[in-house]
């Protein structure tokens, strides 16, 4: 079924004193950004933020060092109706009852940021980027992306040395991933460090996540075992990014912040290699201004997520799609709406 991009609208900030979660009181997370949203399990989405602040944060932006501040920080949700907003119900926390640093930070890294993320087997796995140098706005350098586990449920992270891409002259091309499930294999979609790359794909088996070695990549033909053998599998300017597979319509989906049209686009695609459409722009930085993110709730994808006068694969006309955008002046996560109508 081909689909369009209807209508879009701003539901609710999930973050934030004051969002319906009341974050900064429960959980000390006053400011934050991303909100990567995977089912994980258990009747359960995790919600895994990027640089997070508290008490003194200074009302504009991100500014590590100060402010309370942790590089990433993990939710959940068990909610089904989200029509009005996306409700948390706990954090992984510290012992003052405070939101947890999860994926811990090293020497030589301003910090840790995770760009996607799936449970496999029982155990939760995030791809994340180990910034060295932030450079003009969309623009950074890492010193290598990789792959934490979880193993307890998400309370605490490890970052193995086995799962990493290395960034050599920053060109490796899966600094900032995205993480999907196709049959017997995981994909990873990634691009360059920073926001005007292009997009490459991977897929591993499994049981082999957290082995580099094992990835193979899109060739533009063929699958090959060599990160440099990656063909874009389009031609555009994509930063963070989220994909995945509506059970409702059939088609791959891919949200992700593209700089040069100003705005977050949605694209479809019959198959992970494509072809990819153009993609419309489904949230606007002229009416949102420094947007970015755009990250897929997954249960808006497979017509389990209630709220909207039935479940999405019930709706023959449209669908209704949940997903998470952050704005870096408020520097809080909204929950967005976007009506996708067949065509």
């Known amino acids: ?45 995790f919600a895994l933020f990027g640089d997070t602040f508290g008490d003194g944060w200074g009302g504009h932006g991100a500014g590590p060092g100060s402010a309370d501040w942790r590089s990433n920080v993990l939710a959940w949700s068990t909610a089904r109706d989200v029509s009005g907003g996306l409700s948390l119900d706990g954090v992984v926390a510290r012992g003052d009852g405070g939101a947890a640093q999860v994926i811990p930070s090293g020497r030589r890294e301003v910090t840790v940021v ?29 010193n290598h992306a990789g792959i934490a586990v979880s193993r307890d449920d998400g309370r605490t ?44 794909l991977a897929r591993v088996r499994p049981a082999d996540l957290l082995r580099v070695r094992a990835y193979e990549y899109w060739d533009g033909s063929g699958w090959r075992g060599h990160e440099d053998a990656a063909a874009p ?70 017509g389990t997520l209630g709220g909207t006068a039935g479940s999405p694969g019930d709706r023959p006309d449209g669908f209704d799609l949940y997903y998470l955008v952050s704005q870096w002046g408020p520097y809080n996560v909204f929950l967005t709406r976007t009506r996708l109508e067949a065509g």
């Open 233 to 302: 599998v389009f031609d555009g300017s994509v930063g963070e990014m989220s994909v995945g597979y509506h059970r409702g319509c059939g088609r791959w989906l891919m949200l992700h912040l593209d700089e040069p049209r100003r705005g977050i686009v949605l694209r479809t695609a019959p198959a992970p290699t494509g072809p990819w459409s153009a993609g419309d722009v489904v949230v606007s930085g002229d009416e949102h201004p420094a947007i970015y993110g755009g990250f897929l709730h997954p249960w808006s994808l497979d």
């Open 1 to 45: 079924m081909d689909i369009r991009p209807a209508t879009t609208e701003r539901v609710a900030p999930i973050t934030g004193a004051d969002s319906p979660n009341r974050t900064a009181q429960r959980f000390a997370i006053a400011a934050t950004d991303l909100g990567i949203l995977w089912d994980a399990g258990g009747g359960r989405v």
């Open 114 to 142: 995770p760009n996607g993320a799936i449970t496999v087997d029982g155990m939760h796995y995030a791809h994340y980027m180990s910034v060295r140098e932030w450079g003009e706005p969309g623009h950074w350098r890492t």
């Open 157 to 200: 992270w490890s970052r193995p040395r086995g799962a990493r891409w290395k960034n050599p002259g920053g060109r490796s091309r899966f600094q900032v991933g995205a993480f999907a499930r196709d049959g017997e294999y995981v994909l990873l979609f990634g691009t360059t460090n920073g926001r005007h790359g292009l997009p490459y």
